[in-house]
């Protein structure tokens, strides 16, 4: 038992040396450059408001600029609405930095110009506050508030306000949602390379076992995988989807510090490890898989990795049900009844 | 030899995150603080009696500091990622245990105010923008996003920066932008450092200073 304790001790000790000299290998000269992608010609850009614009508007009721401002509060302090509507340790802001304003952070206004559009996930013909109800039934493991409530609309008056002034249906937008580094994930992907970059960038704020980090009860980084973080079911759970969105915004501060490879690899390695059921979950992650292939092809749910088949149980974190009532399918041919 | 991933995880978290050694004592820590290392001076000849430090000189409060936080900034001087020589020479003769009793000690020490600068309106404002709600559009987070609620730390990585001193402040965010504080973990703070306009360190500073700090117990 002794040797094999000394042997664990000299393996930390020669790994703790590379580590060590990676870290310095590692700082970044050009430190305190923003790296963003560029934006492509004839792509669409467009500067959302400011908080001060809002506070400033004088074309704004005060009744409006009031709910505009609450839909603000509940954007960037959505554990407000724990255990009613969020029963995971996010908020709005933590995918959608920046307020909701930044390019390559999923900046929101897009959502209200083009929107009603037809949703490849759903399978239908969505409203922004379908939309939103998206972002509280997957990314918040929870429930969405009620069409037309209070809280509806100050979450749909502060979009829509960011896109003050944007074109509508201009689908051709620069720096919308998280897809920068395409949606093919590379061959090469790995999951142990992931580990190394994570614990080496990600540890330091969202925890060894990405379990995040609170203060006084006040989540101050989330948690990224485990209960307290995004459902099977949310676009993040999609490996490019965080690779592109860990490209752009992570380590905060410092878009681009991460290599493309070191992005997939980290992506793949967070989203490799567990967490609540995907709301849609039939009873068998392989036939959920299936079944939502268009969106889980993208996902490593329902399948094998280490050696375990991820997302085969019945555990929905802190959400005492599977499926908020709001998930329904549409349609408009009158009659046909879709199967969900 | 294949490697277990996780062993490789948990030593780069521990390198990263965690002190590796016993946890300090303050009792030890007190004895140590009013001795010094023998080729420096007792902490409390700059860092005051109460350990609230001196604004005049950029001297910054150590009551009721993180103990791992402080720690690691001792560890830090004698490393020269924090380039201090006075620092260097107070504590390069403390072995890292006498380092942790130091960094216990002083974290049971109840926090003193800072000496609040008189500051005008507009710059306090700027620096409450710039703490609680960033200046997105030039890639400036706000203090807060990794500092925690009111800047009040989170842990040894990110400590309380409310109620420090505003010269402390000012001259940190500048010795970032000039290379001579390596210590953060992945270059977080330096980036941002990186990023501030003179105006914007004056008012962070003071805007930080201004507001009460809680001790870390």
Same mark, same amino acid.
């Given at each position: 038992? %002794?040797?094999?304790? %000394?042997?664990?001790?000299?393996?930390?000790?020669?790994?703790?040396?590379?580590?060590?000299?990676?870290?310095?290998?590692?700082?970044?000269?050009?430190?305190?450059?923003?790296?963003?992608?560029?934006?492509?010609?004839?792509?669409?850009?467009?500067?959302?408001?400011?908080?001060?614009?809002?506070?400033?508007?004088?074309?704004?009721?005060?009744?409006?600029?009031?709910?505009?401002?609450?839909?603000?509060?509940?954007?960037?302090?959505?554990?407000?609405?724990?255990?009613?509507?969020?029963?995971?340790?996010?908020?709005?802001?933590?995918?959608?930095?920046?307020?909701?304003?930044?390019?390559?952070?999923?900046?929101?206004?897009?959502?209200?110009?083009?929107?009603?559009?037809?949703?490849?996930?759903?399978?239908?013909?969505?409203?922004?506050?379908?939309?939103?109800?998206?972002?509280?039934?997957?990314?918040?493991?929870?429930?969405?508030?009620?069409?037309?409530?209070?809280?509806?609309?100050?979450?749909?008056?502060?979009?829509?306000?960011?896109?003050?002034?944007?074109?509508?249906?201009?689908?051709?937008?620069?720096?919308?949602?998280?897809?920068?580094?395409?949606?093919?994930?590379?061959?090469?992907?790995?999951?142990?390379?992931?580990?190394?970059?994570?614990?080496?960038?990600?540890?330091?704020?969202?925890?060894?076992?990405?379990?995040?980090? $609170?203060?006084?009860?006040?989540?101050?980084?989330?948690?990224?995988?485990?209960?307290?973080?995004?459902?099977?079911?949310?676009?993040?759970? $999609?490996?490019?989807?965080?690779?592109?969105?860990?490209?752009?915004?992570?380590?905060?501060?410092?878009?681009?510090?991460?290599?493309?490879?070191?992005?997939?690899?980290?992506?793949?390695?967070?989203?490799?490890?567990?967490?609540?059921?995907?709301?849609?979950?039939?009873?068998?992650?392989?036939?959920? $898989?299936?079944?939502?292939?268009?969106?889980?092809?993208?996902?490593?749910?329902?399948?094998?990795?280490?050696?375990?088949?991820?997302?085969?149980?019945?555990?929905?974190?802190?959400?005492?049900?599977?499926?908020?009532?709001?998930?329904?399918?549409?349609?408009?041919?009158?009659?046909?009844?879709?199967?969900? | 030899?294949?490697?277990?991933?996780?062993?490789?995880?948990?030593?780069?978290?521990?390198?990263?995150?965690?002190?590796?050694?016993?946890?300090?004592?303050?009792?030890?820590?007190?004895?140590?603080?009013?001795?010094?290392?023998?080729?420096?001076?007792?902490?409390?000849?700059?860092?005051?009696?109460?350990?609230?430090?001196?604004? @005049?000189?950029?001297?910054?409060?150590?009551?009721?500091?993180?103990?791992?936080?402080?720690?690691?900034?001792?560890?830090?001087?004698?490393?020269?990622?924090?380039?201090?020589?006075?620092?260097?020479?107070?504590?390069?003769?403390? #072995?890292?245990?006498?380092?942790?009793?130091?960094?216990?000690?002083?974290?049971?020490?109840?926090?003193?105010?800072?000496?609040?600068?008189?500051?005008?309106?507009?710059?306090?404002?700027?620096?409450?923008?710039?703490?609680?709600?960033?200046?997105?559009? #030039?890639?400036?987070?706000?203090?807060?996003?990794?500092?925690?609620?009111?800047?009040?730390?989170?842990?040894?990585?990110?400590?309380?920066?409310?109620?420090?001193?505003?010269?402390?402040?000012?001259?940190?965010?500048?010795?970032?932008?000039?290379?001579?504080?390596?210590?953060?973990?992945?270059?977080?703070?330096?980036?941002?450092?990186?990023?501030?306009?003179?105006?914007?360190?004056?008012?962070? @500073?003071?805007?930080?200073?201004?507001?009460? @700090?809680?001790?870390?117990?």
């Amino acid at each position: 038992m %002794k040797s094999v304790h %000394k042997v664990f001790i000299s393996i930390a000790m020669v790994l703790a040396a590379c580590v060590s000299t990676a870290i310095l290998a590692m700082q970044s000269n050009d430190v305190g450059q923003v790296k963003l992608p560029s934006i492509k010609p004839g792509q669409y850009v467009h500067q959302a408001p400011t908080l001060a614009d809002i506070q400033n508007d004088k074309d704004l009721h005060p009744e409006l600029r009031k709910v505009i401002l609450k839909g603000r509060d509940l954007f960037m302090n959505t554990q407000q609405l724990r255990g009613k509507n969020v029963f995971n340790d996010m908020n709005c802001k933590s995918c959608h930095m920046g307020e909701g304003r930044m390019a390559w952070s999923g900046p929101v206004w897009p959502a209200a110009t083009t929107l009603p559009d037809y949703r490849g996930k759903n399978g239908h013909v969505n409203s922004l506050e379908e939309r939103i109800a998206g972002c509280f039934s997957y990314s918040m493991n929870g429930t969405p508030p009620e069409y037309g409530s209070d809280t509806m609309l100050a979450l749909v008056a502060y979009h829509q306000y960011m896109a003050k002034g944007a074109k509508l249906y201009d689908r051709n937008i620069g720096g919308r949602g998280f897809s920068s580094l395409g949606t093919a994930m590379p061959a090469d992907v790995s999951y142990n390379q992931g580990a190394v970059v994570y614990a080496l960038n990600c540890a330091v704020c969202h925890g060894p076992n990405g379990e995040g980090k $609170r203060v006084h009860g006040e989540v101050v980084f989330p948690p990224l995988w485990g209960d307290g973080s995004y459902n099977w079911g949310a676009g993040m759970a $999609r490996v490019f989807t965080a690779a592109s969105f860990i490209k752009n915004n992570m380590p905060l501060g410092q878009p681009g510090r991460l290599t493309d490879k070191e992005a997939w690899d980290v992506a793949y390695f967070i989203n490799a490890q567990e967490r609540p059921q995907d709301p849609r979950y039939t009873g068998d992650a392989k036939e959920t $898989r299936e079944k939502y292939l268009n969106f889980h092809k993208a996902t490593l749910y329902g399948t094998e990795i280490n050696g375990k088949l991820l997302g085969q149980h019945d555990n929905t974190g802190e959400k005492p049900f599977l499926k908020p009532d709001v998930l329904k399918p549409r349609t408009f041919a009158e009659g046909v009844v879709p199967e969900m | 030899m294949k490697i277990n991933v996780w062993v490789l995880v948990l030593v780069c978290t521990a390198f990263i995150q965690a002190p590796l050694y016993a946890k300090g004592d303050p009792a030890k820590g007190k004895i140590l603080a009013a001795q010094g290392d023998g080729s420096g001076a007792p902490c409390a000849t700059c860092h005051g009696a109460q350990g609230e430090g001196m604004a @005049a000189a950029a001297f910054p409060r150590i009551a009721g500091l993180n103990a791992d936080y402080a720690l690691q900034q001792m560890l830090a001087f004698q490393q020269d990622k924090r380039v201090n020589p006075v620092m260097t020479i107070n504590v390069d003769n403390f #072995n890292q245990q006498q380092l942790a009793d130091l960094a216990a000690y002083f974290a049971t020490l109840p926090v003193t105010p800072a000496t609040t600068p008189t500051a005008p309106p507009e710059q306090l404002a700027l620096g409450k923008k710039l703490a609680l709600e960033g200046d997105w559009d #030039n890639y400036l987070p706000p203090c807060s996003s990794c500092h925690g609620p009111n800047n009040q730390g989170v842990d040894g990585n990110f400590p309380g920066i409310a109620g420090q001193h505003a010269s402390y402040i000012k001259q940190q965010l500048e010795l970032w932008q000039q290379g001579q504080r390596k210590s953060d973990p992945v270059q977080l703070m330096e980036v941002i450092a990186k990023r501030l306009k003179p105006e914007q360190i004056d008012a962070v @500073a003071a805007y930080l200073a201004s507001q009460p @700090a809680q001790a870390d117990q």
